[in-house]
């Protein structure tokens, strides 16, 4: 390898040549296929039995996430042009191209369920919008007396009604997003409107995040650069380094492109990622040349650079692999974001390695060497440094191992206290209008989110059975005494109202008819005078399934759980009477979603960890070496979790990379470490001499190489997203967590068990 490469790098602008017209490549690729993905249920796995299950289960009942527009009049809604403006936005979105009619629900379109002398009446609540003082009271009455309506699409002040038009997946895009907004910003004043629901959080994510990959990326640039330029003293290495991580980046979105697999949320860290861990690869070849430059003054470039690929060839492909393999395990988890996070980044990283042994010494031969750094005096220089650091781990060996075991079980314990959160309105500041709009809803209504409750009876017309449908009312009641919880309904709703109704609206008939045959009557009477297409999404055609929404007043793991856990009590009550109780819908699917993330974390962590013990043991032949060189990150992926739990840092679709990038880039300080320990050890055969050694070697450029990570991912605090500026902290703290293990704990055992030692010395 290392005569191959020496003979490739000889001829440094056939190098050049090739690496441009491959990045030409590449970068057409990313300029005419790159795109965004904001549809949320992409970023789920199509072949899970839940989402296959839901996914069946929208389809019986029409289930669709909702666009909620919030309209706001502070003296009540009340009035004619108020009133006004509900039928005419009703009308425009009923006249959108992505919007079926039927699937728009306001004031204007809702059923009013009343009694006449010849039984049901179904009516809109008003067909021409009332003017008069008396009509106006009237409509305020019948509203005020149908509990389907009032309190659930016109607020318990009057001041609030919501207008809630469903979509379909593939309907939504950016274009749309827009039009829905300037659609109803035509309408304000005096009124206020606001627009939440699923849906339109996929917007501002289509939009920020690509804008934050583009305001984030330079930064990254310029501080990278800066640090750079303090570490290696020299523009010229400086502007060879930063060359292999903006190509490598530029190489792994080409290819994502030409796969055609969309940017994620989470990918749009990828060139941070990738700029702050590849130049690792440049600064230790660089230091590693001008350490050699020091005890070789009249070296040559060509000498030089053959020195570069003879002492850093296999280090760098081994610490290239182990960071690649830290990104791979993530192809484990079943959250395709999280998947083509980490076989890309890894992508990203194996091309920084082939660029750094093939660019970099190609610079070198064509442009000559970086200027040799003079050789400070001894009493200040970095031997007296190692020496004295040597010393004193040395001489405190208990100290240190007693301190790693009191971090270790203290995080351990943080660790306990880690919970999982999906929610996507966590990715947004708690002060953006996306956030304060869905506050002020859920506040004033049942909920922006919504859990599907899927009855599902083994025979037809179960559905009709009284005793189901009172289960299925105190499920509901039960379910709305949580807090989270703001409202449900379902089948047993309609018939309550109708039986009220049908009783000359006696609240005493406000419960669940007595008998089937009663039951199967009032359903025939509002399929024959009412609008059926709402009742079918309550109720299938053979009444052996039925739907209750419970509208939740957030769409993170807690909430969802909360709500289920109280269903669940329902289980064994409906199972006796042949009903068995599923889940469906977008709340659903988000709670399965932080599921798998926790299991793809455990299952990557856990395959990352065992296959890097294999490719060190491989790589130093012996099996101790592969269980030495995992301390320092196993220490680092505990405290990280541990920070985690005792902060109250959740685990999601951002912070669940925290393993894999504390693998993956930890992995290099101890096998940069452990690689020249054994050369040391081999070369000196005393104890002190080899860590010091090995201080003065790879732990200045391992130090050097953790300033310039730290320094990228700290970048990350100016995210647009918090869950982004999380990560920076987290992935920085492990940095130093790894860094400070490396040249530490790790270095203790090895002294200890004189792994590559001949003989004790």
């Known amino acids: 390898m290392h005569r191959f490469l020496t003979a490739l790098t000889s001829r440094p602008w056939l190098v050049f040549a090739v690496v441009l017209a491959i990045s030409a490549v590449f970068l057409v690729g990313a300029a005419r296929n790159t795109r965004m993905e904001t549809d949320l249920d992409e970023y789920m796995p199509k072949d899970h039995p839940a989402f296959v299950y839901s996914d069946e289960a929208e ?6 996430d909702g666009i909620i527009v919030a309209i706001e009049h502070p003296d009540g809604i009340y009035n004619h042009g108020t009133l006004s403006k509900i039928k005419a936005l009703t009308k425009e979105l009923q006249k959108h191209d992505r919007i079926d009619r039927g699937d728009v629900t306001s004031l204007y379109t809702a059923d009013n369920i009343t009694g006449s002398e010849d039984g049901l009446d179904v009516r809109a609540f008003y067909s021409k919008v009332p003017e008069s003082e008396s009509k106006l009271d009237a409509l305020r009455t019948s509203v005020r007396a149908n509990d389907m309506v009032h309190g659930r699409l016109v607020s318990e002040d009057e001041t609030v009604t919501l207008i809630i038009a469903q979509i379909g997946d593939e309907a939504f895009s950016q274009e749309f997003y827009r039009e829905i907004l300037d659609l109803t910003a035509a309408y304000e004043g005096p009124e206020k409107l606001y627009v939440a629901g699923r849906p339109i959080v996929e917007g501002p994510m289509a939009y920020l995040a690509p804008k934050d990959m583009k305001r984030m990326v330079p930064i990254v640039l310029l501080v990278i650069v800066a640090v750079l330029l303090l570490v290696l003293r020299s523009p010229k290495s400086t502007l060879f380094t930063m060359l292999v991580v903006v190509l490598s980046t530029l190489w792994t979105f080409g290819l994502m492109a030409w796969l055609a697999i969309p940017i994620y949320a989470v990918a749009t860290m990828i060139p941070v990622m ?6 690792a690869d440049g600064i230790h070849i660089y230091g590693h040349l001008g350490l050699y430059q020091r005890k070789h003054p009249g070296l040559g470039a060509r000498d030089g650079a053959s020195e570069m690929i003879r002492g850093m060839w296999k280090p760098v492909v081994m610490t290239s692999v182990t960071t690649a393999v830290g990104f791979v395990s993530l192809l484990t ?7 083509y996070f980490g076989m890309f980044t890894a992508f990203g990283v194996m091309v920084a390695m082939v660029l750094s042994l093939v660019l970099i ?16 005096p001894k009493r200040e220089g970095t031997d ?3 020496l004295r650091f040597g010393k004193g781990l040395m001489r405190h060996k208990r100290l240190v191992v007693t301190a790693a075991i009191i971090v270790v079980v203290v995080s351990a314990l943080g660790a306990t206290k880690i919970w999982i959160n999906s929610s996507f309105l966590e990715k947004f500041e708690r002060d953006s209008d996306i956030v304060l709009t869905d506050a002020f809803i859920n506040e004033q209504f049942g909920g922006t989110s919504t859990l599907n409750v899927i009855l599902e009876g083994a025979d037809e017309g179960v559905m009709k059975s009284p005793d189901v449908l009172r289960l299925m009312d105190e499920m509901q009641t039960e379910s709305e005494t949580l807090a989270e919880v703001g409202s449900s309904f379902g089948l047993a709703d309609y018939l309550r109202r109708i039986n009220m109704v049908m009783h000359a609206d006696d609240p005493a008939f406000d419960t669940i008819p007595e008998s089937t ?3 199967a009557q009032y359903l025939l009477l509002y399929e024959m005078s ?6 079918w999404r309550t109720i299938d055609y053979d009444y052996a399934r039925s739907n209750v929404t419970l509208q939740l007043k957030g769409d993170d793991s807690k909430t969802i759980n909360s709500a289920i ?11 006796e009477l042949g009903v068995e109780i599923n889940y469906a819908g977008s709340g659903y699917k988000s709670l399965i979603f932080t599921d798998l993330i926790l299991k793809g974390q455990v299952k990557s962590l856990v395959l990352s960890l065992g296959i890097i013990v294999v490719l060190l043991s491989l790589m130093f032949k012996r099996i101790s070496a592969g269980l030495i060189g995992v301390i320092p990150i196993s220490i680092t992926a505990v405290v990280s979790f541990g920070a985690m739990g005792l902060l109250n840092i959740p685990l999601s679709t951002t912070t669940a990379l925290i393993s894999s990038i504390a693998v993956g880039v930890g992995i290099d300080y101890a096998v940069h470490f452990m690689e020249r320990f054994r050369v040391a050890a081999k070369s000196t055969g005393e104890v002190l001499a080899t860590v010091v050694d090995a201080m003065h070697h790879s732990g200045r450029a391992i130090m050097f190489n953790a300033v310039v990570v730290i320094a990228g991912f700290l970048v990350l605090l100016r995210s647009a997203f918090p869950p982004n500026r999380a990560l920076g902290v987290l992935v920085s703290g492990n940095m130093f967590i790894s860094l400070l293990g490396t040249v530490t704990i790790m270095v203790v055992v090895m002294v200890q068990t004189k792994i590559f030692f001949k003989k004790r010395s």
């Open 59 to 64: 389809e019986w009942f029409d289930i669709k």
């Open 274 to 279: 990738l700029i702050a861990i590849g130049v």
């Open 333 to 339: 988890s079943d959250v395709y974001p999280i998947k």
């Open 361 to 376: 010494p190609a610079g070198v031969v064509a442009f000559g060497l970086p200027r040799a750094k003079r050789a400070r």
């Open 384 to 386: 007296d440094v190692a």
């Open 517 to 519: 045959e009663l039951v």
């Open 530 to 535: 009412g609008d059926p297409d709402a009742l």
């Open 565 to 575: 856990a109280v269903v669940e009590k329902f289980r064994p009550l409906f199972e």
